[in-house]
Each structure stands twice: as structure tokens, then as C-alpha cells.
């Protein structure tokens, strides 16, 4: 492989020490035999200590802000510049892979190790952020750490609760955290040069055509609803078909619906992830169904009118069928655009590893949604077996983690920012 001598001797970074940490915070999960790690958790707690001793490792000061990511500073040439910011989550999904998020962490603080063996200071500095909350699967928020660093955090999260009814609030003081300090954490435009994250592209692109890493053009906007449709609960033996108001059955036609609508268009994606029945007995006609809707598309305007469309279309099913519709927006995220000179430098940083340039969109979310507010953003893909993710499946090849790192590296060490206008 042809490839330009870094100034940074690359041999300083470690694929294996990458999967080996992968492998280590893959045992903190609340599932047995599994990955399962949610926002304040005491899996998360031990997790962060990994992190945070890591970081220090690394160089850096390394600390838990205000609203629990795990936070870590490498000060570039003199104390106090402003930060190139890297990172990804260290949350994960309900049974997860090891690589959603903890990658773009761990091949972020091993680049900063190969700084600080080499001595190497940079006209800048850098941040490096694990966000607590990336998913939102405990309290049914997301980018909660990414908020709170972008200083967007809406106040009104500290209400949401999880599945035991504890409010997030109440679950941060359990943590040790002060909801009334979530502000400490918040950066500024000022204080952040870029952000960029390292993510495996959890789709078959990549694979496909046979690329180790490529460059992110545009994160798809989102759409989530909370769903309950309203019936009536009877004997299963007794009310006769024409009689009932099943709220399951509408449901059920609800979903299919939903299916039909993405289907239509190419691009255009929705899923239905979480279905419950109440009161749940056999031989009970369900009297409520609560579920769930995620709408995504590479353009705003052709999720928006998906949108309209699925909700006018629930609510007529609902109607002829004589039960009540109940939906609650949850998330509504346009699309972010990565920017084109960080674009052109995590190319051009791809280049010097002699590989070409693939550019693609991604389809998955990701913090840079939320850090947009402040900083423009950019992001790195690494290919990940046969596109799967959010999945105990989820892996990835130890030379495609090395590739990513030393991409990630040269970008680093090459960053430049553009002249502010
Ligand atoms: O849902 C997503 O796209 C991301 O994994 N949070
Ligand atoms: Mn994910
Ligand atoms: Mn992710």
C-alpha cells in the first residue's frame, strides 16, 4: 500500500488496543449474554470509569460534565485554544452491537495517544466526548449529551421517565448529577472549530463496493411518534366480531399501513419498533396498544409529507374502526448536512491512506444532529460486516478499525480551518 509517512508515526496506534476496548465495554450491559447499556445506569457508571481512565491515559484531563458524558481535553500548543471535538456515543440499544458508538470513542482517544507519545501539540485543541444519551432508549429522548454540549438541552426532558416511571431528573441526582447544572456543559461556536465523529456506516454500502472507510455527505432527517389507540376491553368469548373496538386489530392495520406508505417511495424508511398490548391476556380483547413510529428521509420535505400522510391514514383507520388515536411527537430532526470542507479534509486524509474517496449519506442518526448548533460537523464511516447494526451481530474488521484510525489520525493532524468570513 502506498501510503505518505504521517508526522505522527501511525505505529503509535493500536487496532488491537481499538477492539480490545470495544470487547471491554461490551461487558457492561444489564443483559446477560448481551449488550444492553442505557443513559444512568450503573453498567453506564462502570463504563465511564473505563472511558475516563482511558482518556487519562491518553494525556488528556478527563472528566463527567454536567449531564454524564464522559469528557476528556487534550490542550493543543497553549492552554485554552479552541477545540476540534470528536467523539460518538457510549449508549447503546436494546441488545446492541459492540461498535454503534463506542468506536468513534475509543479510535478518537487513541489518536490522542498517538499525540501525546509523539509530544505532538496542535494549534488547536482537542475534545473528545462520549455522550451518555445518543439512543434514547430509557427515557424515549435522544441526544440528550449532545444537547447539553451544544447548549440546546430542552428543559422539559427532565420530565420524561422510563419504563419504572423514574423521571430523568431523579435519575440524574441517583447518579450523582445535578439537573440544575446541566448548563455547565454547553460549549460555544466560539470554543468548537469543527466536530467530527467516527461511526460505523451500519448499512451494506461500503461492503458492497468494497471500501475500508468513506466520507458522510448527510445525516437523514427523523421522525418519532409515540402512539396509543384507544378501545375497548371485552370477554374473547363473548362480543361478536361486528361488536368489538380491538385496539390491536387497528394497530395491526395501523402498521401494515405504515409498511405500505415507506414502501412506496424509494429512500423513504419506516419502522415500527415498539408494540404493547394492554391489558395483555389471552383471553381479553386488547383495550389499548401503544407503539411506536420512526420516519426517516434524505430530504425534509419528503419526510414531512410522508408524515402528514401516515397520520391522516392512522386516524381514518381508526375512525371506521371506532377506537381513538392518541399521538405524541417525540423527535423531529431535519436533515444535517455534513460540511463540505471537513468533507474535503476527511477525503483528502482518506487519500493519503492511498484509498479512494467514497462519499454516501447515512441513514442512521447521530450526535452530530445536535452539535450542528454550534459547530459545523463532519463524519467518518468505517464498513461493518454485511451492513448490520443495532444487532448483537454488529462487527467489524481489525484492519478496516486501523484504516478508520489512521484516516481519523491524518485528519487530525492535517486539520485546518477555513478563513471565518
Ligand atoms: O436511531 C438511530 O439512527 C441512531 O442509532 N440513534
Ligand atoms: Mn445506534
Ligand atoms: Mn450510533
Same mark, same amino acid.
Given at each position: 500500500?502506498?501510503?505518505? +509517512? ?7 496506534? +493500536? $487496532?488491537?488496543?481499538?477492539?480490545? =476496548? ?18 444512568? +445506569?450503573?453498567? /453506564?457508571? $462502570? ?13 488528556? %484531563? ?45 479510535? @478518537?482517544? %487513541? ?12 494549534? #488547536? ?9 445518543? *439512543?434514547?432508549?430509557? #427515557? ?14 430542552? /428543559? ?28 455547565? @456543559?454547553?460549549?460555544?461556536? *466560539? ?16 461492503? @458492497? ?40 386489530? $387497528? ?7 405504515? *409498511?405500505?406508505?415507506? +414502501? ?26 401503544? #407503539? ?10 419528503? =419526510? ?10 392512522? /386516524? ?15 423527535? %423531529? ?17 482518506? /487519500? ?41 451481530? *454488529? ?27
Amino acid at each position: 500500500m502506498n501510503t505518505v +509517512s504521517s508526522k505522527i508515526p501511525a505505529s503509535l496506534l +493500536s $487496532a488491537r488496543r481499538v477492539m480490545d =476496548r470495544a470487547d471491554a465495554l461490551a461487558r457492561h450491559s444489564e443483559l446477560p449474554g448481551g449488550l444492553t447499556r442505557v443513559y444512568l +445506569s450503573a453498567e /453506564q457508571r $462502570a463504563a465511564n470509569g473505563l472511558v475516563l481512565g482511558w482518556m487519562l491515559e491518553a494525556g488528556m %484531563d478527563a472528566k463527567l460534565d454536567a449531564i454524564g458524558n464522559c469528557a476528556g481535553r487534550y490542550e493543543g500548543a497553549k492552554p485554552g485554544l479552541p477545540c476540534l471535538m470528536l467523539g460518538s456515543h457510549l449508549d447503546t440499544v436494546r441488545d446492541a452491537g459492540r461498535y454503534d458508538g463506542m468506536l468513534g470513542v475509543i479510535t @478518537a482517544i %487513541d489518536c490522542v495517544h498517538a499525540l501525546n507519545a509523539s509530544g505532538k501539540r496542535l494549534p #488547536f485543541a482537542i475534545e473528545v466526548i462520549g455522550f451518555a444519551d445518543e *439512543e434514547g432508549v430509557r #427515557f424515549g429522548t435522544t441526544f440528550l449529551g449532545s444537547r447539553a454540549v451544544a447548549g440546546t438541552f430542552k /428543559q422539559e426532558a427532565l420530565d420524561a421517565v422510563d419504563e419504572d416511571g423514574m423521571k430523568l431528573a431523579e435519575a440524574m441526582r441517583g447518579f450523582g448529577l445535578d439537573p440544575a447544572r446541566i448548563g455547565e @456543559a454547553a460549549h460555544s461556536r *466560539e470554543t468548537v472549530l469543527a466536530y467530527a465523529e467516527l461511526h460505523i456506516e451500519q448499512g451494506p454500502v461500503l461492503e @458492497a463496493e468494497g471500501h475500508a472507510v468513506g466520507v458522510v455527505t448527510a445525516i437523514n432527517g427523523a421522525t418519532r411518534y409515540a402512539f396509543e389507540i384507544e378501545g375497548f376491553a371485552g370477554h374473547a368469548g363473548t362480543v361478536p366480531m361486528g361488536l368489538r373496538k380491538d385496539a390491536l386489530a $387497528a394497530a395491526s392495520e395501523c402498521v401494515l399501513a405504515i *409498511e405500505a406508505r415507506a +414502501s412506496s417511495e424509494p429512500e423513504l424508511v419506516a419502522t415500527v419498533g415498539k408494540l404493547e398490548t394492554l391489558p395483555g391476556a389471552m383471553n381479553v380483547i386488547p383495550g389499548r396498544v401503544r #407503539f411506536s413510529l420512526d420516519l426517516r428521509a434524505p430530504r425534509d420535505a419528503q =419526510r414531512e409529507t410522508a408524515v402528514a400522510e401516515v397520520l391522516a391514514k392512522l /386516524q381514518a383507520v381508526c375512525t371506521r374502526r371506532g377506537v381513538t388515536l392518541h399521538a405524541k411527537k417525540m423527535h %423531529d430532526e431535519p436533515v444535517a448536512r455534513c460540511a463540505d470542507w471537513i468533507q474535503a479534509q476527511i477525503g483528502a486524509a482518506i /487519500q493519503e491512506e492511498g484509498r479512494p474517496v467514497r462519499r454516501l449519506p447515512s441513514g442512521a442518526g447521530h450526535d452530530g444532529m445536535a452539535m450542528q448548533a454550534i459547530a459545523d460537523i463532519g463524519m467518518l464511516f468505517v464498513r461493518c460486516k454485511s451492513g448490520v447494526s443495532h444487532n448483537p451481530a *454488529e462487527a467489524i474488521a481489525e484492519e478496516d478499525a486501523e484504516t478508520a484510525t489512521r484516516v481519523l489520525l491524518r485528519f487530525i493532524e492535517n486539520f485546518t480551518t477555513p478563513a471565518r468570513p
